[in-house]
Nanobody, 121 residues
Framework: QVLLVESGGGLVQAGGALRLSCVAS????????MGWYGQAPGKQRELVAG???????NYADSVRGRFTISRDNAKNTVYLQMNSLKPEDTAVYYC???????????????WGQGTQVTVSS
């Protein structure tokens, strides 16, 4: 069993900041990548930012320079610092973790329950 618990969403004015957190717990042998996806109303879920176990990051063009993803491997936690927020950043943000539960297990994707971020103009 693997559980992802997200926190940090909320309502903020344009130009403001939020910090999302996601903790992975349970039967985990190795986490390869961690990331955040956003799903705006009526749109598909899209990658916002990702980070490898070695710290290599990638960002959607729309957030590069404003958002920063980081992780604490010892705590199985990934963060998303969101600065200079815009109304178009409004979405449900989902944590995604690519991991294996045992040495002999295949890697699998796990998702958090989602946290709402609303940016008012």
């Amino acid at each position: 069993q693997v559980l992802l618990v997200e926190s940090g969403g909320g309502l903020v004015q344009a130009g403001g900041a939020l910090r999302l957190s996601c903790v992975a717990s349970g039967s985990i042998f190795e986490i390869k990548t961690m990331g955040w996806y956003g799903q705006a109303p009526g749109k598909q879920r899209e990658l916002v930012a990702g980070i490898t176990s070695g710290g290599i990051t990638n960002y959607a063009d729309s957030v590069r320079g404003r958002f920063t993803i980081s992780r604490d491997n010892a705590k199985n936690t990934v963060y998303l610092q969101m600065n200079s927020l815009k109304p178009e950043d409004t979405a449900v943000y989902y944590c995604n973790v690519y991991l294996r539960r045992r040495f002999e297990s295949p890697y699998s994707n796990y998702w958090g329950q989602g946290t709402q971020v609303t940016v008012s103009s």
